[in-house]
């Protein structure tokens, strides 16, 4: 049975960092794409990062880019979202996902096959 669990979520300051973890059991890690979800209050989820199987390919939406760093340590099957920066339109829950594809590169309109439960970002301003 897959698990995806999600942690490091709380309650920060604007312009303070947090850094979100993933871990995945049941599954081949390496065998995943992974990506960052996330949804805020009366809005709809929207990815805003992916990352492939190897590590070598990653994506940023454009608002979190050149703030956020995606990475994943497949010997621990572990997913990481370093936030910096953090801005109060950040607020919301965040989720991990898996996406069984092995290639050279990733994306977030695809359907992830696995999620977690989510963990809850709060930036105050």
């Known amino acids: 049975q897959v698990h995806v669990v999600e942690s490091g979520g709380g309650l920060v300051q604007a312009g303070g960092s947090l850094r979100l973890s993933c871990t995945a059991s049941?599954?081949?890690?390496?065998?995943?794409?992974m990506g960052w979800f996330r949804q805020a209050p009366g809005k709809e989820r929207e990815g805003i990062s992916c990352?492939?199987?190897?590590?070598?390919?990653?994506y940023y939406v454009d608002s979190v880019k050149g703030r956020f760093t995606i990475s994943r340590d497949n010997a621990k099957n572990t997913l990481y979202l370093q936030m910096n920066s953090l801005k109060p339109e950040d607020t919301a829950m965040y989720y991990c996902?898996?996406?069984?594809?092995?290639?050279?590169?990733?994306?977030?309109?695809?359907?992830?096959?696995?999620w977690g439960q989510g963990t809850q970002v709060t930036v105050s301003s």
């Open positions: 049941g599954l081949t890690f390496d065998d995943y794409a």
């Open positions: 990352i492939s199987w190897s590590g070598d390919s990653t």
């Open positions: 996902a898996a996406d069984m594809a092995k290639y050279d590169y990733c994306s977030i309109l695809v359907d992830f096959r696995y």
